[in-house]
């Protein structure tokens, strides 16, 4: 295989992959031709301790997209964000089980280093969360972790810091805290950060919640920007926002175990975002999209 995240061989560049035969849908419709499935999710189940928080979830998200998660509070849409990079990892309790292959190797298999699959997998969190370290070192912690010194570090920040729309906001005041950013500039740094280290993903769970509407736009703006080198997997509660922005769209809901009398997470529909939006298949996700939902 060619990209394998076993052990610490660190490829610099996440790509290529192996070659997936496209899927049969119809021609002309952007996106309906798909690239590279990097993740293909089956039958996965996500547990905290006894209780289960997501029940059998498959599909696949395809390189360069920007895949939404939406539905209900507590349907699972995090949780299920967290297992794509073993992120449950950290949390007391917290099982998956199913696979949840990235280019065909399941992340779970116990040869995988999760450092690895966090580094090629990276995540922009809904509340900003800058370290209290200047604009610089926020943004070259990753790469130093790695190794990178000198010159070639003052570059691997400025690039990150430009793919992350923010370069001329801050080349001034590198050496200024992280702190003192406004919240929409302080979630592209942590943007920058996430993306300083190459990964190939990038998830974001509710990335604009904080923001104000023109803070929201420009992570909008750059999400667009960055997906032609990135692929992106973002948890919204904004409908509006997955509409304008995503390619493809999982739509969840939650049903109630009768004999605990709690929900557990389920994936309803998955499918171009604008089949979701405008023709939806399942008259739950129907009723979800134009509001009629509870
Ligand atoms: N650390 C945890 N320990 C135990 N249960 C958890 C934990 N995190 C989430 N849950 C439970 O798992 C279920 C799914 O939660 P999750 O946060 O993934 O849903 P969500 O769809 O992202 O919700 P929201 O839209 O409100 O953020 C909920 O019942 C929640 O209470």
Redesign the pocket.
Known sequence: MADQIVGTERPRVATPHRLVVPREEPAGESPAVRGETVFDLRDVNVF??A?K??RDVSFEVAEHEITALI??????????LRSLNRMNDL?P??RVEGTVAYHGENIYDAEIDPVEVRRRIGMVFQKPNPFPKSIFDNVAFGPRLNGVRGSTLDDVVEQALRNAALWDEVKAKLKQSGLSLSGGQQQRLCIARAIAVEPEVVLMD?PCSALDPIATARIEDLMQQIKDKYTIVI?T?NMQQAARISDRTAF?STEVNPESD??T?LLVEFDETSQIFSNPNDERTENYVTGRFG
């Open positions: 905290y301790g209780f928080a997501v539905g209900p509070s507590g349907c699972g849409k995090s949780t299920l949390i309790g917290a509710e948890v509660h969840f709690t929900r997470g």
